[in-house]
């Protein structure tokens, strides 16, 4: 589905109830299923539509295909949970893109651990084989630059092993903020965990207790500041708090100094532009990545340059999400710069004319989705191509969109007949 976008006509103010948090959503379903909890249905989104399903279905035998389709989440925190259960064989696999998202260190440190686990096909990458069984726990290493949710994923199956688990983090650890979101959530339900920058110590000899869990997605919430920025409208995000193990919950800071100021009153969030703005955004985004395609399309629009450092792991995600930004802020005549073997992306300014309004690729990847719709404030009637992808973790977005004044038509039509209708 393509989409065609156009502004509000009047100044925006609205009010959005924000989905659940996808992290946190996974999370504990993962959790309370090995406390024994029976999985209840998910489908705030795709991923946790995906997962639930896949854990209500019970624990996979005789080798069947459990197929995760995009969900890297579900990938990663399966294939340990898997591993790590008695009686499990199956082969887990995923989309195509799925199946070029690394995967060896997770089930390198599994095997150390007693896992039986086989590559199916590529070394390091999905489709695997798995057969489940008791495993030891221990001390580990995992690098910890490729992706936080392997580090979550062995701390979550902790209950299931043999002894208490003790990783050992190398290299530099991408979003910390989400191995402390896990320690919290584990911790809640009865778990003990001494956690030191490079080190996690964690014993759930008396085991986990469920516990329901849910809160507005703070990922979600980068996008209505994007469009607060770009518009100067009123925006009101509502049972959010500051107060969450979110780490994304640091885009409010991060939004004050491109403009956006935020007020926390009666459980909402109450976001309002000010024109009081820096001169150049510097950011080390290594505990916050999912905030980078909404930072840097705002940042190209408001006219802001900037440094933005920790942004390695973006490589991996559903598409190389630096080479999109790349690729489609050339769209609007921004020419960005990665430096560092891919770990900085940087914009100086630097712009060169465009003589056509834009039709933007989401390389299935929702968020490049979200981040690049706010650009029709300042190129009214861009294109989104494939606009259903939000629907991975905000299925309601354009509905939302609407509702806040922005208009939504087929690009099938001739822009000069949209603007007399309008």
């Known amino acids: 589905m393509d989409i065609r976008l156009f502004p509000p006509e009047e100044i925006l103010e609205t009010t959005v109830a924000l989905p659940p948090s996808k992290s946190i959503g996974t999370r504990a ?28 279905a019970g624990l996979p035998v005789g080798g069947t295909e459990v197929n995760v389709g995009p969900a890297g989440t579900a990938m990663r925190f399966l294939t340990a949970l898997f591993a790590a259960s008695e009686g ?9 893109r799925m199946l070029r998202r690394p995967i060896g260190p997770l089930v390198g440190v599994l095997r150390k651990i007693g896992a039986d686990i086989e590559y199916a096909g590529e070394e390091g990458f999905p489709p695997l084989r798995i057969r489940g069984r008791r495993l030891a726990g221990g001390s580990v ?33 991408q979003s910390m ?12 339900r009865g778990a003990c965990i ?36 770009v518009t100067a409208g009123w925006v009101t995000l509502t049972g959010i708090s500051e107060e969450s193990l979110q780490g994304d919950r640091n885009v409010a800071g991060l939004y004050e100094r491109l403009g956006v100021l935020t007020s926390f009153e009666d459980g909402n969030a109450e976001l309002s532009a000010t024109p009081d703005l820096y001169n150049w955004l510097e950011a080390d985004l290594t505990d ?21 450092t920790g ?32 770990t900085t992306l940087r914009w100086d300014g630097r712009r060169v004319p465009v003589g056509e309004i834009p039709v933007f690729d989401t390389y299935n990847d929702h968020r490049m989705a979200m981040a690049l719709a706010p650009v029709c404030v300042f190129v009214p009637g861009i294109v989104i191509k494939n606009a259903e992808v939000v629907s991975k973790s905000y299925p309601c977005f354009w509905e939302q969109l609407e509702e806040a004044g922005f208009r939504i038509v087929d690009p099938s039509e001739p822009i000069s007949a949209v603007e007399e209708n309008a």
């Not at 090995?34 to 539509?49: K, V």
């Not at 499990?88 to 195509?96: I, Q, R």
């Not at 994923?153 to 530099?172: C, H, K, N, V, Y």
């Not at 598409?319 to 990665?338: F, H, P, S, V, Y």
């Open 194 to 229: 001494d956690f030191e920058r490079d080190k996690i110590d964690i014993s759930c000899s008396g085991g986990l207790k469920p516990l329901p869990q849910s809160e507005p997605d703070w990922s979600a919430a980068a996008f209505w500041y994007e469009i607060s920025a």
């Open 288 to 308: 916050m990545p999912d905030a980078v395609p909404s930072l840097v399309a705002t940042c190209c629009l408001i006219g802001m340059r900037f440094v933005l």
């Open 29 to 56: 379903m993962v959790l309370n299923f090995i406390a024994g909890a029976t999985p209840e249905p998910d489908d705030s989104c795709d991923d946790t539509a995906t997962l639930s399903a896949i854990l209500s």
């Open 88 to 96: 499990v064989d199956c082969v887990l696999t995923g989309s195509e």
């Open 177 to 188: 903020s989400y191995i402390r979101m896990t320690a919290g959530m584990m911790t809640q």
């Open 311 to 342: 942004i390695g792991a973006l490589h991996n995600k559903e598409c190389d999400r630096i080479e999109a930004l790349i690729a489609e802020m050339a769209k609007l005549g921004c020419i960005l710069e990665t430096e560092n073997y891919g």
């Open 141 to 173: 290493e995992i690098d910890a630059s490729v992706s936080s949710q392997f580090i979550s994923a062995l701390m979550m199956i902790t209950p299931l092993l043999e002894d208490d688990l003790s990783i050992r983090l190398l290299g530099d650890v």
